[in-house]
T-cell receptor, first 114, second 114 residues
Framework: EAQVTQNPRYLITVTGKKLTVTCSQN?????MSWYRQDPGLGLRQIYY???????DKGDVPEGYKVSRKEKRNFPLILESPSPNQTSLYFC?????????????FGSGTRLTVV | AQSVTQPDIHITVSEGASLELRCNYS??????LFWYVQSPGQGLQLLLK??????LVQGIKGFEAEFKRSQSSFNLRKPSVHWSDAAEYFC????????????FGQGTTLQVKP
């Protein structure tokens, strides 16, 4: 089954404790992206990757890091989480052929930083 | 700058009534257009998409949307709403020049009254 898998689904952590949210897709998509969703703000892009070893900042990259060492994986790293990073996070992937055909989303990771 | 606007943050309709959710975009050329639905606690599911051709597109769950170039709009409609349609709906825009990137609106929360 074609899918984007995120882990964990829920995470509670303390301020300053480094964490990684994993994302993996099995569709051989070139494009992968991380979004955060906050009430009233919709989905805002954090980082994206056009292909292996090609990443770039989205609209709200502060406090986050990503890497793309393999085509299927695109982890999101919070080196020193803060309470304002409490949010619902989504990973998404897309083919870049012909401008893309829309995202396939992961199920989301609800992160709480206390 | 490119943007997507969903003017209605919250809409309440009675079960069986018709529904229209509005979406306006700002982009210089004809974009790719999408509607996603997010049920409570769930990820985002693609309802329908427009790339070219017939400006009235059919999607899943009985939804349709009409692209109106002159109004830069892509409104979502359903003739008769069911209680299970209660969810948050997101309009999104993509473009060939953007690779796989999508820009999302702020979302519209649909409440269905029995």
């Amino acid at each position: 089954e074609a899918q984007v898998t995120q882990n964990p689904r829920y995470l509670i952590t303390v301020t300053g404790k480094k964490l990684t949210v994993t994302c993996s897709q099995n569709m051989n998509h070139e494009y992968m992206s991380w979004y955060r969703q906050d009430p009233g703000l919709g989905l805002r892009q954090i980082y994206y990757s056009m292909n292996v070893e090609v990443t770039d900042k989205g609209d709200v990259p502060e406090g986050y890091k990503v890497s793309r060492k393999e085509k299927r994986n695109f982890p999101l790293i919070l080196e020193s989480p803060s309470p304002n990073q409490t949010s619902l996070y989504f990973c998404a992937s897309s083919s870049t052929q012909a401008g893309g055909r829309g995202y396939t989303f992961g199920s989301g990771t609800r992160l709480t930083v206390v | 700058a490119q943007s997507v606007t969903q003017p209605d943050i919250h809409i309440t309709v009675s079960e069986g009534a018709s529904l229209e959710l509005r979406c306006n975009y700002s982009y210089g050329a004809t974009p790719y257009l999408f509607w996603y639905v997010q049920s409570p606690g769930q990820g985002l599911q693609l309802l329908l998409k427009y790339f070219s051709g017939d400006t009235l597109v059919q999607g899943i769950k009985g939804f349709e949307a009409e692209f109106k170039r002159s109004q830069s709009s892509f409104n979502l409609r359903k003739p008769s709403v069911h209680w299970s349609d209660a969810a948050e709906y997101f309009c999104a825009v993509g473009a060939a020049a953007w690779g796989g990137k999508l820009i999302f609106g702020q979302g519209t929360t649909l409440q269905v009254k029995p």
